[in-house]
């Protein structure tokens, strides 16, 4: 199975901070790659698919990048309503496989 | 709007089985993948498994192949998940999400997600 790793696994962000998350496959996975936003006890929200394309809805502070095994999510100006954890998925091969996810939390 | 609600969760004893529901209205059914995904309680996300929008191909996860079956009535707009064998490492929350549509490929992008059952397997 592909091994989908993510840096950090935590990180302490001040509102209005720039976030990058990165997520390494272990295997190229062409652009199948999307991320997603949990917060405690609800349902992981979709923020990015295809590497790069933003979901409906979703604020254009998210960005997506990157290409082959190695990809970006940004977060501009970090707000308030983003302090969550963040997780990558893979969809290039099954079985399918997420990132552990990176926790975002209030410096 | 698109919802998927799921049933089914609750205690039940290792080694026994267990019926998880996705219902699902708002949208045209039979023309999406489907994928349900676990995660234990304070842990990450876990893929469990994935059917095609007729329901002819399913896919797994290693740890649950052989154990659990994913399959889907487009009748009652609503996709199962009959999990066997089930084991205390199966304890999680069970989501079921809404995938790529079959005529137009998304790569990366479960778009819906019902709120979950929890299912405890224990003793």
């Known amino acids: 199975a592909i091994q989908m790793t993510q840096s950090p696994s935590s990180l302490s962000a001040s509102v209005g901070d720039r976030v990058t998350i990165t997520c390494r496959a272990s295997q190229g996975i062409r652009n199948d790659l999307g991320w997603y936003q949990q917060k405690p006890g609800k349902a992981p929200k979709p923020l990015i698919f295809a590497v790069s394309s933003l979901q409906s809805g979703v604020p254009s502070r998210f960005s997506g990048s990157g290409s082959g095994t190695d990809f970006t999510l940004t977060i501009s100006s970090l707000q308030p309503e983003d302090f969550a954890t963040y997780y990558c998925?893979?969809?290039?091969?099954?079985?399918?496989?997420f990132g552990q996810g990176t926790k975002v939390e209030i410096k | 709007e698109v919802q998927l609600v799921e049933s089914g969760g609750g205690l039940v004893q290792p080694g026994g089985s267990l019926r998880l529901s996705c219902a699902a209205s708002?949208?045209?059914?039979?023309?999406?993948?489907m994928h349900w995904v676990r995660q234990v309680p304070g842990k990450g996300l876990v893929w469990v498994s994935r059917i095609n929008s007729d329901g002819s191909t399913t896919n797994y996860a290693d740890s649950v192949e052989g154990r659990f079956t994913t399959s889907r009535d487009n009748a009652k707009n609503t996709v199962y998940l009959q999990m066997n064998s089930l084991r205390a490492e199966d304890t999680a929350v069970y989501y079921c999400?809404?995938?790529?549509?079959?005529?137009?490929?998304?790569?990366?992008?479960?778009?819906?997600w019902g709120q979950g059952t929890l299912v405890t397997v224990s003793s």
């Open positions: 708002g949208f045209t059914f039979d023309t999406y993948w």
């Open positions: 998925l893979q969809d290039y091969i099954y079985p399918y496989t």
């Open positions: 999400a809404r995938g790529t549509l079959t005529y137009h490929y998304t790569s990366g992008l479960f778009d819906s």
